[in-house]
């Protein structure tokens, strides 16, 4: 059971340089999220989509951006990288909305230099 | 800003020590969310709760829901070295999907 796959798993930018990291889930979710978390904090939310086809913003969309053509992939683009995106990206899925278990990838560790 | 805050931030706490974690916002949640998450791994989900006043206990955790649905706490007893790691409340405002975190509580429990 895959569950939620997240690539790449490591990644050095340099100052913008663009790149897209990847997030696919096999659990047929409508509900797929993007966290990114600073070393010792808590997660805050980039982007997020209910279905196919939409997404919208979250806590910190800036320098980011998201689509979403099919249920299982949900990819997300940095362009024009920053220090400030140094960070643990998280992508997660959920089958329902409200009280749905999220259930997260191994997570992607993005450093700019 | 976050509209969940979590305290205290750090605790660190001997083997069997009981402890509550906080969870607080000034806005009204559909639901909130209790995650574990250990280093290097993704959140786990721990408990689910929805409706006012709600107390669900799992094994030595106990978590309730305020009535007002605006707060929860967390309460360990006897905690163990297991225990370890980052507790994090996540809610949804309004049942809308954007599903927020708290900016969590780092536990350490010392053998």
């Known amino acids: 059971n895959a569950g939620v796959t997240q690539t790449p798993k490591f990644r050095i930018l340099k100052i913008g340089q663009s790149m897209t990291l990847q997030c696919a889930q096999d659990m047929n979710h409508n509900y797929m999220y993007w966290y990114r978390q600073d070393p010792g904090m808590g997660l805050k939310l980039i982007y997020y989509s209910v279905g196919a086809g939409i997404t919208d913003k979250g806590e910190v969309p800036n320098g980011y951006n998201v689509s979403r053509s099919t249920t299982e992939d949900f990819p997300l683009r940095l362009e024009l990288a920053a220090p400030s995106q140094t960070s643990v990206y998280f992508c997660?899925?959920?089958?329902?909305?409200?009280?749905?278990?999220?259930?997260f990838g191994e997570g992607s560790r993005l450093t700019v230099l | 800003t976050q509209l969940l805050e979590q305290s205290p931030q750090f605790l660190s706490i001997q083997e069997g020590e009981n402890l509550t974690v906080y969870c607080n916002s000034s806005?009204?949640?559909?639901?909130l969310q209790w995650y574990r998450q250990e280093p290097g791994e993704g959140p786990v989900l721990l408990v689910t709760?929805?409706?006012?006043?709600e107390v669900k206990k799992l094994k030595r955790l106990t978590f309730q829901f305020g009535d007002a649905r605006k707060d929860s706490s967390l309460h360990i007893t006897a905690a163990q070295p297991g225990d370890t790691g980052l507790y994090l409340c996540?809610?949804?405002?309004?049942?809308?999907?954007?599903?927020?975190f708290g900016g969590g509580t780092r536990l350490m429990v010392k053998p």
């Open positions: 806005s009204v949640f559909s639901s």
């Open positions: 709760v929805v409706t006012g006043g």
């Open positions: 997660a899925s959920r089958a329902l909305p409200w009280t749905g278990e999220l259930f």
């Open positions: 996540a809610g949804e405002v309004n049942a809308g999907n954007m599903l927020t």
